[in-house]
């Protein structure tokens, strides 16, 4: 079975700091997407990468960087963390291909910032 | 960023009956649609894609695809309380998706 595995299932974080959000994937998988989902907005698309060390900003990319240093690895932060960016986020991978006909997803990480 | 448009919802639907789901896209040159099921406190999981005009059936699911509409339906069959979740759909973007708000289905017993 594939495996997306976020490291924390829930995270507290004060603002103003700086945020780290894991994401690693066993499938050997080119694509890696992080998307965050509110209440009534759905999935926004917030960086991808089809490549190691390549990225390419989503719909929301502000606020947010992205470190893909390995294929298996691809790493959300937040440089300066708001109240706004209080929200579910989900990792998801896929293989090559320009259809992305099935993502796969982490469990997500619910992130609070106060 | 292409719009993609859910019937607002939530919908509740009776034990047995069928569920109908709408969905609409802003980009004409699109050419695949996916629909995925998010139940509560999980991830979202491929259920159904389809990329030609016309009906595809998966079990109790069908999607149903009109590119001149620009316009992708899924209908649930024989409605279950398991079905009861959050369905999504998407449509591609070139490496990416892009997803509507999501509709939520409840099944009454």
């Known amino acids: 079975d594939v495996k997306v595995t976020q490291s924390s299932r829930y995270l507290v974080k004060r603002t103003g700091e700086k945020v780290f959000l894991e994401c690693v994937q066993d499938m050997d998988h080119e694509n890696m997407f992080w998307y965050r989902q509110d209440p009534g907005l759905g999935l926004r698309l917030i960086y991808f990468s089809y490549d190691v060390k390549m990225k390419e900003k989503g719909d929301i990319p502000e606020g947010y960087s992205v470190s893909r240093e390995k294929k298996e690895r691809f790493s959300l932060i937040l440089e300066s963390a708001s109240t706004n960016q209080t929200s579910m986020y989900l990792c998801?991978?896929?293989?090559?291909?320009?259809?992305?006909?099935?993502?796969?997803f982490g469990s997500g990480t619910q992130l609070s910032v106060l | 960023q292409k719009e993609v448009e859910q019937n607002s919802g939530p919908l509740s639907v009776p034990e047995g009956a069928i569920a109908s789901l709408n969905c609409t896209y802003s980009?004409?040159?699109?050419?695949?649609f996916f629909w995925y099921r998010q139940y509560s406190g999980k991830s979202p999981e491929l259920i159904m894609f389809?990329?030609?005009?016309g009906d595809k059936e998966d079990g109790r699911f069908t999607a149903q695809l009109n590119k001149a509409s620009q316009y992708v339906s899924l209908l649930i069959r024989d409605s279950q309380p398991s079905d009861s979740a959050t369905y999504l759909c998407a449509v591609n973007d070139d490496y990416k998706l892009s997803f509507g708000a999501g509709t939520t289905v409840t099944v009454r017993a």
């Open positions: 389809i990329y030609s005009n």
């Open positions: 998801a991978s896929s293989p090559t291909g320009q259809t992305n006909e099935k993502l796969f």
């Open positions: 980009d004409r040159g699109s050419q695949s």
